[in-house]
Nanobody, 127 residues
Framework: QVQLVESGGGLVQAGGSLRLSCAASGRTLSNYAMGWFRQAPGKEREFVAAITWSGTSTYYADSVKGRFTISRDNAKNTVYLQMNSLRPEDTAVYIC????????????????????WGQGTQVTVSS
């Protein structure tokens, strides 16, 4: 059984920072690429960031480039998302996902690259 559990969400003022964590069980994350997605009420789920199994390649949505950083600690079986300079439009449920392999067949932004998803953690950015 594979479980992904996100933590670190909360309420923060615009311009502030949060660090999200995704802890995995039932799967050794060192073998798999990982991604972060987010979904706001009434909106479709959108890609945020991704990282390959080795951590040497990262990918970001244009909306978060320069502000968010994805990283991983395979020894801890955990993936992180450091979010800086947060904006109200960043408000969403942030969801961690594990890919089907250590790299991406087509694109890290495609939902069908991933086979396991967490429940999400709420991030609310006030103005």
């Amino acid at each position: 059984q594979v479980q992904l559990v996100e933590s670190g969400g909360g309420l923060v003022q615009a311009g502030g920072s949060l660090r999200l964590s995704c802890a995995a069980s039932g799967r050794t994350l060192s073998n798999y690429a990982m991604g972060w997605f987010r979904q706001a009420p009434g909106k479709e789920r959108e890609f945020v960031a991704a990282i390959t199994w080795s951590g040497t390649s990262t990918y970001y949505a244009d909306s978060v480039k320069g502000r968010f950083t994805i990283s991983r600690d395979n020894a801890k079986n955990t993936v992180y998302l450091q979010m800086n300079s947060l904006r109200p439009e960043d408000t969403a449920v942030y969801i961690c996902a594990s890919a089907q392999r250590g790299y991406y067949t087509y694109s890290p932004s495609r939902s069908n690259e991933y086979d396991y998803w967490g429940q999400g953690t709420q991030v609310t950015v006030s103005s």
